[in-house]
């Protein structure tokens, strides 16, 4: 598995946090910043890795700003992404399991980076259960398909 990581500056804490966790588990993976204190445009981090993930550059995104609210619309404009904004263990095993997600996005500010990385780990780990789930996301792929260019 191939994870892409990346935070505006209101999430470098709990980004730093999680690329340590990635290491532990094994797991490769591209940091894609941000590195600066400043106020920075999250669309400018979260757009290039949700194409990335969309385009098969990596299995997985993960998305970091002070609330994960920007981060996961920004995301989830790119045809292909299925980035969920969770907060918490369950949400985060669920979005795998039901709903294939391809990115998660979170907030510094509302959870902190243990939460955060016990959401990672979940996450990572979880499959998707197909079954009548995938008929489902068959459905917004037509979607996708027949009205995003």
Not at 79 to 99: F, I
Not at 109 to 137: D, M, N, T, Y
Request: aromatic letters at 6%; glycine letters at 10%; proline letters at 2%.
């Amino acid at each position: 598995m191939k994870v892409a990581v990346a935070s505006d500056h209101g999430g470098i804490n709990t980004r730093r946090e999680i690329i340590s966790l990635l290491e532990q588990m094994g797991i490769e993976y591209v940091d894609f910043g941000c590195e600066c204190k400043t106020s920075v445009d999250y669309p400018d981090y979260a757009l290039p890795v949700a194409e990335k993930v969309a385009n098969g550059e990596f299995d997985r995104g993960i998305l970091i700003c002070g609330t994960g609210i920007g981060m996961s619309i920004a995301a989830n404009k790119v045809k292909g992404v299925r980035c969920a904004l969770v907060h918490d263990v369950y949400s985060a095993k669920l979005t795998r399991e039901h709903n294939d997600s391809n990115m998660i996005a979170m907030g510094e500010r509302v959870i902190g980076p243990g939460l955060a990385c016990e959401i990672v780990k979940v996450w990572i780990q979880a499959e998707f259960s197909g079954q009548r789930h995938g008929a489902r996301l068959e459905k917004i792929a037509e979607y996708e398909k027949s009205h995003l260019s």
